[in-house]
T-cell receptor, first 115, second 113 residues
Framework: KAGVTQTPRYLIKTRGQQVTLSCSPISGHRSVSWYQQTPGQGLQFLFEYFSETQRNKGNFPGRFSGRQFSNSRSEMNVSTLELGDSALYLC??????????????FGPGTRLTVL | SQKIEQNSEALNIQEGKTATLTCNYTNYSPAYLQWYRQDPGRGPVFLLLIRENEKEKRKERLKVTFDTTLKQSLFHITASQPADSATYLCALDDASGTYKYIFGTGTRLKVLA
């Protein structure tokens, strides 16, 4: 079974631009969560989608948004990029949602650099 | 305020010894606690989950304990090997919050041959 895939793997943008990252979950998984990982803050939860609905949201500004499609693939968008948005963005898929005992399977991440 | 703390310093141990990593939390009441392994340039990989009513969980050379009174989880790797070198993250579910998983900042483990 193929794992979680994320595209692109690396991205360089300048301040003020916007970016869209993509995540394809493991086949059959309906929950997709997004995380931001930085050396100083560690892994921080952005949001979770299940069956095309956002179920949970972390403490991030409205510039961070996401969506999920009917095939469970998910995208996250960051508008008006700031230098502090430079991070590794990780996507994780799991079978269900709302039940935290579900094991999460992480993708390799997208390394975003904002200049 | 809510906080999850892991050993911020790297942990170096000799091959064959038992590595013990700690995860302490404050102002949370998790129903579950998970441990993940993360290698450089890769996403975290799930290792073990322990529920609040379980004291201990084992999987091969791994053992996790969960003390809800002390608000602490210990993660042990017995007979450690250089291949165990990685960053280990604990993550907990806040049963009363809106976030699905809260992660610690991780402990970098290096097993010396």
């Amino acid at each position: 079974k193929a794992g979680v895939t994320q595209t692109p793997r690396y991205l360089i943008k300048t301040r003020g631009q916007q970016v869209t990252l993509s995540c394809s979950p493991i086949s059959g998984h309906r929950s997709v969560s997004w995380y931001q990982q930085t050396p100083g803050q560690g892994l921080q939860f952005l949001f979770e989608y299940f069956s095309e609905t956002q179920r949970n949201k972390g403490n991030f500004p409205g510039r961070f948004s996401g969506r999920q499609f009917s095939n469970s693939r998910s995208e996250m968008n960051v508008s008006t990029l700031e230098l502090g948005d430079s991070a590794l963005y990780l996507c994780a898929s799991s079978l269900g949602a709302g039940t935290s005992y579900n094991e999460q399977f992480f993708g390799p991440g997208t390394r975003l650099t904002v200049l | 305020s809510q906080k999850i703390e892991q050993n911020s310093e790297a942990l170096n141990i000799q091959e064959g010894k038992t590595a013990t990593l700690t995860c302490n939390y404050t102002n949370y009441s998790p129903a579950y606690l998970q441990w993940y392994r993360q290698d450089p340039g890769r996403g975290p990989v799930f290792l073990l989950l322990i529920r609040e009513n379980e004291k201990e969980k084992r999987k091969e050379r791994l053992k996790v304990t969960f003390d809800t009174t002390l608000k602490q989880s210990l993660f042990h790797i017995t007979a450690s090997q250089p291949a165990d070198s990685a960053t280990y993250l604990c993550a907990l579910d806040d049963a009363s919050g809106t976030y699905k998983y809260i992660f610690g900042t991780g402990t970098r483990l290096k097993v010396l041959a």
